[in-house]
């Protein structure tokens, strides 16, 4: 049996912990280059020990946190960014862009923040369609020599 468990009487205490070797070579696969093979050898794994830790649930839980705050470091400077672009009277069709992506980023959901929900309904949406063009499918016999297809007894 599982001593954890039955240290906590028999309640889960969480997922267990990301390998030290493992998280090096998540580090190495997210600021260097991503390439399994070669992040296991830069942390001293075995290659079938970094796909048996990749498999396993809190391992890609933490892989995916890591590239989150990775990518929000990345975001910090955007705003100062684009207010330079902005402010430089040289390119106005990028001053314009700048302006309409800071407004945008300004109604972002902020986590905590509450949202107004849509309510139910429907919407209507009228489009103008160019005019359907007609196919005439009615079979023709070309044998036929009088109106009726069976000659009459009369």
Do not use: C
Not at 123 to 130: D, G, H, S, Y
């Amino acid at each position: 049996m599982n001593a954890r468990l039955v240290e906590h009487g028999n309640k889960r205490v969480g997922p267990p912990p990301v390998p030290a070797r493992m998280k090096v070579a998540i580090a190495f696969m997210l600021d260097v280059e991503d390439d399994l093979e070669k992040a296991a050898a830069h942390a001293g794994l075995a290659m079938y020990l970094a796909h048996r830790y990749m498999r396993q649930t809190h391992v890609r839980r933490y892989l995916l946190e890591q590239r989150q705050i990775r990518i929000d470091e990345a975001r910090t400077g955007n705003v100062r960014a684009l207010v330079a672009i902005r402010d430089d009277p040289a390119n106005k069709m990028a001053s314009v862009q700048a302006i309409r992506t800071l407004e945008a980023m300004g109604g972002e959901k902020e986590p905590g923040q509450v949202t107004q929900h849509q309510s139910a309904g429907i919407t209507i949406v009228f489009e103008n369609a160019p005019p359907v063009r007609t196919i005439d499918v009615t079979p023709q016999l070309e044998h036929e020599t009088s109106p009726h297809a069976w000659p009459s007894v009369e």
